[in-house]
């Protein structure tokens, strides 16, 4: 059936879009990224395979969520466990937080440790409307942004404000109760420029799941041009979460439905200077807090020890962080050089999860530095190190290099390696949970076990690359031949609880602890992005990722989908008219841990279909407007990221069937250049 959609549409096409592309696809120069060295590069001179997706295409695909649009990038995998809340990772191997990924808005991070370490993707910092483009790098880069770029890093890059709309109005309502709402505006006071932006997403999410969603977000930035030389920006954020969590058949409500709140609000400020023209000097502070509230109830029934009874459950924590960043950029005719300092303090607080005793703050000092250099006419040389401290783990060094050859006029070749470190969040090595009786005070569940002896991650990589691009079909290619060795891999397990804290249901519910594994993961493959303009007004994005693991854990090899597809087609009609058609193919994945304690589950294969319709018109005074009819997760009902704790729970009551199946939302969206 979907075979037959996508035919009838290509059927309807005015045979103007058939017309010839462009006769030389050189004329458009390749994109200027920053994210894979701190260093401005065309897209053939970067250490490294990256991928950039431009705040047009993210508007193009009419997507409410964007991590949505992460499905376009070769090795990506990502997902939803249910429809408020996703999952992305890059070659998979993610928890139920993944964190390889080191995710950076205006080149700062924004993991949380409230987020158990991860990114809550549902409550970014950031609006559609203020993004300017994204760069995903793919591949270790902890030798440019730190531990977190453990498998690479996606730069998230807002427009500066001169390079704003006036001002934009969108609204979108559709099935599931969608009702969102996005607005964008500035204002001038002499050399300074403001700009305020508001998002809302409201939904039910999926059939017979409690995941609502209803949240707001406020930011706010400022670009003060105090000199010709001196430049500064200061980026605010607020954001306000209400969703549904948990599952209504859990054991003993160990993840019971409910409702979680979470605030979040932020300060960034950044200060650049150029001394001179082949010099820039950057100053930046960072601030963060985070804080979410989530309680249930869980019940112990009758015939086991101390039962039956009700334990609350309280999983609210908070979290800040605070980061000083200084760095330093020199060029000249045949090299570029880059250095800088870090500094970082994160602090979490959460007295169910950490019964021991709240953790101590957590500082992070780091040194780094880039050198790309042109070895010959057709040569580039380029190599970054960070030297790392991190809490009590040993001082780490992260290197990273990579040669360039430009074979031919737009043909590159390019070898490198890399290492990585991995900073685990807090709480798999601190994290304590008792659950006690409320009556007799006596210790029934040690839901989870700090450790204190456990290692950072270590990745070695090596890869190589070719970014080629061909005047027929205005055609660019890009491929990663990647062999990646992942050592000292933490996973969760059941274990005894010591004693004098063995707990009195022990032999019903065991504890959790994280823990290194002694096998090397060895992920070997190739993925490859073409991108091609056949005709006039039209873009198709092919995006193929084939991944070999070895980890001689079946359980651990099932958290790496083995392939992952997708193609996207973007056409514009005419004048008025234009339109996507998205298709994902993913591989059998097993996803994150869940609560519970579990065993192995994996989501089958899945095919997924997205498409938008849109028609504009430019009304008085140059404003346009633009009407869509979105629709995702069309085709086959599937499941894409299971919770492995339910569904090992459900197991136990004879009952296979995947818990959380994804529904499909259609919804029309109104858009206003103001």
């Given at each position: ?110 993991y949380s440790l409230a987020s158990f370490g991860g990114v809550d993707w549902t409550n970014l910092p950031v609006t559609p409307d203020e993004i300017e483009r994204i760069e995903v790098v793919r591949g270790p880069n902890a030798a440019t942004y730190g531990a977190n770029a453990f498998m690479g890093v996606i730069n998230i890059i807002t427009r500066h404000t001169a390079q704003s709309p006036d001002g934009r109005l969108t609204g979108r309502v559709g099935n599931a109760q969608i009702r969102d709402s996005d607005g964008i505006t500035h204002f001038e006071a002499g050399p300074t420029r403001t700009q305020l932006a508001l998002s809302t997403r409201h939904d039910s999410g999926f059939d017979n799941l409690r995941d609502e969603r209803r949240s707001e977000l406020l930011t706010l930035r400022s670009d003060w041009q105090v000199s010709n030389r001196n430049e500064v920006m200061l980026r605010a954020s607020a954001s306000n979460l209400r969703r549904g969590e948990g599952y209504d058949s859990t054991l003993y409500d160990s993840n019971g439905s409910r409702k979680s709140w979470g605030t979040a609000q932020s300060l960034h400020l950044k200060w650049v200077g150029t001394p ?399």
């Amino acid at each position: 059936m979907p075979l037959r959609w996508l035919a009838l549409a290509l059927s309807g096409l005015p045979l103007a879009c058939f017309a010839a592309p462009p006769e030389d696809p050189f004329i458009e120069d390749l994109p200027v990224v920053i994210s894979a060295s701190r260093m401005p590069q065309s897209l053939d001179r970067a250490p490294g395979s990256v991928t950039v997706i431009d705040g047009d295409l993210i508007r193009a695909s009419g997507y409410r969520d964007l991590a949505r649009i992460f499905r376009l990038v070769p090795g990506m995998q990502t997902g939803q466990e249910r429809g408020n809340n996703y999952w992305v990772s890059y070659h998979g191997l993610g928890n139920n937080f993944p964190s390889e990924l080191q995710v950076l808005v205006d080149g700062r991070s924004i993991y949380s440790l409230a987020s158990f370490g991860g990114v809550d993707w549902t409550n970014l910092p950031v609006t559609p409307d203020e993004i300017e483009r994204i760069e995903v790098v793919r591949g270790p880069n902890a030798a440019t942004y730190g531990a977190n770029a453990f498998m690479g890093v996606i730069n998230i890059i807002t427009r500066h404000t001169a390079q704003s709309p006036d001002g934009r109005l969108t609204g979108r309502v559709g099935n599931a109760q969608i009702r969102d709402s996005d607005g964008i505006t500035h204002f001038e006071a002499g050399p300074t420029r403001t700009q305020l932006a508001l998002s809302t997403r409201h939904d039910s999410g999926f059939d017979n799941l409690r995941d609502e969603r209803r949240s707001e977000l406020l930011t706010l930035r400022s670009d003060w041009q105090v000199s010709n030389r001196n430049e500064v920006m200061l980026r605010a954020s607020a954001s306000n979460l209400r969703r549904g969590e948990g599952y209504d058949s859990t054991l003993y409500d160990s993840n019971g439905s409910r409702k979680s709140w979470g605030t979040a609000q932020s300060l960034h400020l950044k200060w650049v200077g150029t001394p001179r023209e082949d010099e820039e000097l950057l100053a930046q502070y960072f601030h963060n807090e985070s804080h979410y509230t989530d309680g249930w109830t869980a019940h112990i029934p009758a015939g086991y020890p101390y039962g039956p009874t009700q334990i609350d459950v309280n999983r609210n924590r908070r979290s800040s962080r605070d980061q000083f960043e200084f760095q330093h950029r020199s060029s000249g005719k045949t090299r570029q050089m880059v250095w800088g300092v870090e500094a970082r303090r994160d602090r979490t607080s959460s007295p169910y999860m950490y019964a021991n005793g709240e953790p101590k703050p957590v500082d992070l000092y780091r040194l780094f530095g880039s050198l790309d250099e042109d070895l010959a006419r057709h040569w580039q040389l380029n190599i970054g190190a960070a030297i790392e401290r991190y809490r009590s783990e040993p001082t780490h060094f992260a290197p990273r290099s990579f040669l360039n050859w430009q074979a031919a006029e737009g043909h590159t070749l390019r070898v490198g390696a890399a290492r990585a470190y991995q900073q685990r969040p807090t709480f798999e090595k601190e994290g304590d949970i008792r659950v006690i009786d409320p009556v007799s005070g006596a210790l029934l569940v040690r839901a989870y076990m700090p450790n204190p002896d456990l290692r950072q991650e270590r990745i070695d990589s090596a890869e190589i690359g070719y970014l080629g691009r061909f005047r027929t079909l205005s055609t660019t290619l890009d491929v990663r031949l990647f062999n990646e060795r992942i050592k000292d891999y933490i996973a969760r397990v059941s274990v005894n609880s010591p004693a004098p804290y063995t707990a009195a249901l022990e032999s019903w519910i065991g504890s959790l602890q994280y823990q290194n594994m002694s096998r090397t993961i060895t992920l070997r493959g190739v993925e490859y992005q073409l991108k091609s303009r056949p005709w006039r007004n039209g873009e198709i994005i092919l995006s193929h990722a084939m991944i070999d693991r070895h980890s001689g854990d079946a359980g651990i090899d099932d958290r790496v989908a083995p392939y992952v597809a997708s193609l996207s087609w973007f056409q514009k009609l005419d004048a008025h008219w234009s339109g996507m058609i998205s298709v994902l193919r993913m591989g059998p994945i097993s996803g994150g841990d869940g609560i519970a304690p579990l065993t192995n589950y994996v989501a089958k294969p899945y095919t997924s279909f997205d498409a938008r319709i849109a028609w504009q018109t430019m009304l008085r005074q140059h404003r346009k407007l633009e009407i869509a009819l979105n629709a995702i997760n069309l085709g086959e009902k599937h499941q894409e990221i299971p919770d492995r704790g339910v569904q090992s729970y459900h197991a136990t009551l004879g009952d296979k069937t995947p818990a959380n199946i994804t529904s499909r939302m259609i919804y029309l969206s109104a858009s206003l250049d103001m």
